[in-house]
């Protein structure tokens, strides 16, 4: 059992080493918590804001998506979406929103666990924060497509709403009404972090491969 977590840590700083090389080895770590606090604030910030632009709402009406959560003007929404058969958004995502929160915090201690990995299993630690916006994303997109494209056919305006997929950013039309789509400050954080990661990958590589290749050519 040591041994084989002495793979998977790999091998420890030699203080003589840690001392004349501080910075070196102090640069992964510091990017990799500053990455890790970053992703847990986001947990408390909106991810993601739509705008629904109709006839009948001159200033629009918006809803702000956090992880676990849809705040603002939902409830008119969802009245809008039911005349064309699309189904009230509270029903998207209730799995994904179930487990967020725990599901960030939790990737958020693999990034805090790859501190003490000097081999390149940091990258397995590490690969779920990166990849996280982009999951969120393309998770987000399936649910908008699902919805728009499973309309209820008995819905008062369903003959004149065509299925259609609202896209995730920018600008989407349906209909009579438009919509604008953007990242808002939690994405902008967890885009920040994957950031933080991918450099701290690259500074961890060049600090401690040497280390890694010197213990493997006296074993």
């Avoid at 840690?18 to 910030?45: D, E, H, M, Q």
């Avoid at 701290?200 to 006296?218: E, I, M, N, S």
């Amino acid at each position: 059992m040591a041994g084989f977590l002495e793979r998977i840590l790999g091998p420890r700083v030699p203080p003589d080493e840690a001392n004349a090389g501080r910075v070196r080895y102090l640069i992964p770590t510091a990017l990799f918590v500053v990455a890790a606090v970053l992703l847990v604030t986001s947990i408390f910030l909106p991810y993601w804001r739509l705008t629904l632009n109709a006839p009948q709402y001159p200033k629009g009406l918006t809803i702000h998506a956090y992880l676990n959560r849809l705040e603002g003007d939902v409830s008119e929404i969802d009245g809008l979406n039911h005349y064309i058969g699309m189904r009230p958004l509270g029903e998207a995502a209730q799995f994904e929103r179930s487990i967020s929160i725990v599901g960030v915090a939790a990737v958020s201690l693999l990034i805090l666990a790859a501190v003490v990995v000097h081999t390149r299993w940091v990258v397995l630690l590490t690969l779920p924060a990166l990849l996280f916006p982009a999951v969120f994303l393309l998770d987000l997109q399936f649910w908008m497509a699902n919805f728009g494209r499973n309309l209820d056919p008995t819905a008062p305006l369903s003959s004149s709403v065509k299925p259609f997929v609202p896209p995730v950013l920018f600008e989407g039309k349906i209909a009579q009404f438009s919509t604008w789509a953007m990242p808002e400050s939690g994405l902008w954080l967890a885009l920040a972090a994957s950031v933080l990661i991918a450099a701290g990958l690259y500074f961890h590589r060049r600090a401690y491969k040497p280390l890694v290749d010197a213990q493997q050519g006296t074993a």
